[in-house]
């Protein structure tokens, strides 16, 4: 299967001429100002703080490296195989997979917020992607879907002429971007220091690209069962900031 999708990736490449235009698209995707709902998410950091596993800047790099290694092995698998193969079959297949996967419901009911506003956004602002629109329309209220954050990126990705290495680090870059933004409104460290985290991590966060890139969703696993488990304390909370 994994030959199968280095050889479609192969072909694609040389099948679609990409239009410099779409660039923009794609560097779109990525800019923090496009309305998908990341920033609701502390992707069960702020449960983590009420737990008191986390106390400081400390804590929070161990955290957040913990929290792209577990990106990494489960989610980035759902990443290439999107990326690779961007149709509605292949979508659908994926969405019921991880679905099945996620055994912490509020981390899947995360996903399913978070993908489900990624593809309306998407559908609206990516014009020149009739297809996406298309693959939307046909699954909004039929049940086939439930929307997982990772394939629709995959999806949005692929469609959008973006190599799967780019796409599956793109995704690793987002979850970064998106818990260390959740940290400083939880003021576990200010503006600054969370600029010189993000540029510390990275370094670790590209090893853990190459790590877990390029694999089939039959190898999508959890290698940090403690952080799934305190994420899905987060509607315990008493007072919560964040949806997750």
Same mark, same amino acid.
């Given at each position: 299967? /994994?030959?199968?999708?280095?050889?479609? /990736?192969?072909?694609?490449?040389? /099948?679609?001429?990409?239009?410099?235009?779409?660039?923009?698209?794609?560097? !779109?995707?990525? +800019?923090?100002?496009?309305?998908? *709902?990341?920033?609701?998410?502390?992707? *069960?950091? %702020?449960?983590?703080? !009420?737990? $008191?596993?986390?106390?400081?800047?400390?804590?929070?790099?161990?955290?957040?490296?913990? =929290?792209? %290694?577990?990106? @990494?092995?489960?989610?980035?698998?759902?990443? #290439?195989?999107?990326?690779?193969?961007?149709?509605?079959?292949?979508?659908?297949?994926?969405? $019921?997979?991880?679905?099945?996967? =996620?055994?912490?419901?509020?981390?899947?009911?995360?996903?399913?917020?978070?993908?489900?506003?990624?593809?309306?956004?998407?559908?609206?602002?990516?014009? /020149?992607?009739?297809?996406?629109?298309?693959?939307?329309?046909?699954?909004? *209220?039929? @049940?086939?879907?439930?929307?997982?954050?990772?394939?629709?990126?995959?999806?949005?990705?692929?469609?959008?002429?973006?190599?799967? @290495?780019?796409?599956?680090?793109? #995704?690793?870059?987002?979850?970064?971007?998106?818990?260390?933004?959740?940290?400083?409104?939880?003021?576990?460290? @200010?503006?600054?220091?969370?600029?010189?985290?993000?540029?510390?991590?990275?370094?670790?966060?590209?090893? &853990?690209?190459?790590?877990? &890139?390029?694999?089939?969703? %039959? +190898?999508?696993?959890?290698?940090?069962?403690?952080?799934?488990?305190?994420?899905?304390?987060?509607? #315990?909370?008493?007072?919560?900031?964040?949806?997750?």
């Amino acid at each position: 299967m /994994e030959q199968d999708l280095v050889e479609t /990736e192969k072909r694609r490449k040389r /099948e679609i001429n990409i239009d410099p235009s779409l660039q923009w698209s794609q560097w !779109q995707l990525l +800019d923090s100002i496009l309305p998908t *709902g990341g920033f609701a998410h502390s992707f *069960g950091l %702020e449960a983590a703080i !009420q737990a $008191r596993l986390v106390s400081g800047p400390d804590d929070l790099q161990t955290f957040v490296i913990h =929290l792209l %290694e577990n990106t @990494g092995s489960l989610l980035l698998p759902f990443v #290439y195989s999107a990326t690779m193969n961007p149709t509605l079959d292949n979508w659908q297949k994926l969405d $019921r997979i991880l679905d099945a996967t =996620l055994s912490n419901e509020v981390g899947r009911k995360a996903s399913v917020s978070q993908g489900s506003s990624l593809m309306r956004v998407a559908a609206s602002v990516f014009t /020149e992607l009739p297809s996406l629109k298309s693959m939307r329309d046909v699954c909004v *209220g039929s @049940g086939v879907v439930s929307f997982h954050h990772a394939p629709v990126f995959g999806i949005i990705c692929g469609l959008l002429g973006m190599d799967s @290495g780019t796409s599956q680090r793109a #995704y690793i870059f987002m979850t970064m971007r998106d818990v260390i933004s959740a940290a400083t409104r939880l003021n576990l460290v @200010g503006p600054l220091g969370a600029a010189v985290l993000q540029h510390r991590v990275a370094y670790v966060a590209e090893s &853990m690209v190459k790590k877990w &890139m390029d694999r089939s969703v %039959e +190898d999508a696993c959890q290698t940090a069962p403690l952080l799934d488990t305190i994420q899905g304390c987060h509607t #315990y909370l008493f007072s919560r900031l964040f949806c997750s």
